[in-house]
């Protein structure tokens, strides 16, 4: 397959803290990547020196052959915390077209954007919700139109960190089943703590502390069976 994420040597501090060291990593077309590891560890850290959100005090990362921060509309993002003023007058819908918005003329969205808009909140299953105001969503509900705004653009990577947090299993699966059908044009990085999840659903792990190394994930059970992995995976 086809190699589009190329990290290498690549080492980040916070001031003086160093959290990430000497990073190799390749991410191939397609790929279906789990990132799991410690807090602190770096998980978040690495998905926003790949999206261009940070850029590494050393080493480089190419993404299709270019500085993240050069094509982030290749992007979709779902991050694991989200602060909106819930009072802003914003509907589910126009908040989904958010997701849109570099493609939008002055802000304006055409019809055929709109009907994308709303058929992928009604597979989510927010239909009730479109003309409602997002601020009056629950958790659950958040984290299923910002995935929503993430994918409506069909980003060649989507990122996702904790995505199916505060989300009931039913939920949980319409997501997944709408993951799986993206993962066929899109590459697909998750962060979860959730092990049973990560070890179902994904095609690789990548286990982040400080560094990263890469597994299948049969090998992450062989690993926590023999007892190698200790510390809560809890970002």
Same mark, same amino acid.
């Given at each position: 397959?086809?190699?589009?994420?190329?990290?290498?040597?690549?080492?980040?501090?916070?001031?003086?803290?160093?959290?990430?060291?000497?990073?190799?990593?390749?991410?191939?077309?397609?790929?279906?990547?789990?990132?799991?590891?410690?807090?602190?560890?770096?998980?978040?850290?690495?998905?926003?020196? +790949?999206?261009?959100?940070?850029? !590494?005090?050393?080493?480089?990362?190419?993404?299709?052959? &270019?500085?993240?921060? =050069? @094509?982030? *509309?290749?992007?979709?993002?779902?991050?694991?915390?989200?602060?909106?003023?819930?009072?802003?007058?914003?509907?589910?819908?126009?908040?989904?077209?958010?997701?849109?918005?570099?493609?939008?003329?002055?802000?304006?969205?055409?019809?055929?954007?709109?009907?994308?808009?709303?058929?992928?909140?009604?597979?989510?299953?927010?239909?009730?919700?479109?003309?409602?105001?997002?601020?009056?969503?629950?958790?659950?509900?958040?984290?299923?139109?910002?995935?929503?705004?993430?994918?409506?653009?069909?980003?060649? +990577?989507?990122?996702?960190?904790? !995505?199916?947090?505060?989300?009931?299993?039913?939920?949980? &699966?319409?997501?997944? =089943? @709408?993951? *799986?059908?993206?993962?066929?044009?899109?590459?697909?990085?998750?962060?979860?703590?959730?092990?049973?999840?990560?070890?179902?659903?994904?095609?690789?792990?990548?286990?982040?502390?400080?560094?990263?190394?890469?597994?299948?994930?049969?090998?992450?059970?062989?690993?926590?069976?023999?007892?190698?992995?200790?510390?809560?995976?809890?970002?």
């Amino acid at each position: 397959m086809k190699k589009i994420i190329e990290i290498q040597k690549v080492s980040f501090c916070y001031k003086t803290k160093p959290v990430l060291k000497d990073v190799n990593l390749s991410i191939e077309e397609n790929d279906f990547l789990g990132i799991i590891g410690p807090n602190g560890g770096g998980k978040t850290t690495l998905l926003k020196l +790949i999206m261009g959100i940070y850029a !590494p005090h050393s080493g480089k990362i190419k993404v299709f052959g &270019k500085y993240p921060k =050069d @094509i982030r *509309e290749q992007f979709g993002y779902v991050p694991q915390a989200y602060n909106i003023d819930k009072s802003f007058p914003i509907t589910t819908l126009e908040f989904v077209l958010l997701g849109l918005l570099y493609k939008s003329h002055f802000g304006f969205f055409k019809k055929n954007q709109k009907d994308k808009a709303v058929h992928i909140l009604e597979k989510l299953g927010l239909n009730q919700y479109i003309e409602k105001p997002f601020g009056k969503l629950s958790g659950g509900e958040t984290q299923k139109a910002l995935i929503a705004r993430a994918i409506i653009s069909d980003p060649k +990577i989507l990122i996702l960190d904790e !995505p199916t947090a505060n989300i009931d299993p039913e939920a949980e &699966k319409i997501i997944f =089943d @709408i993951l *799986e059908e993206i993962n066929k044009s899109t590459t697909i990085l998750m962060v979860s703590h959730d092990l049973q999840t990560i070890i179902n659903k994904v095609k690789k792990v990548i286990t982040v502390n400080s560094s990263v190394n890469t597994l299948l994930p049969q090998e992450v059970c062989e690993h926590f069976a023999l007892g190698l992995y200790h510390t809560p995976i809890k970002n």
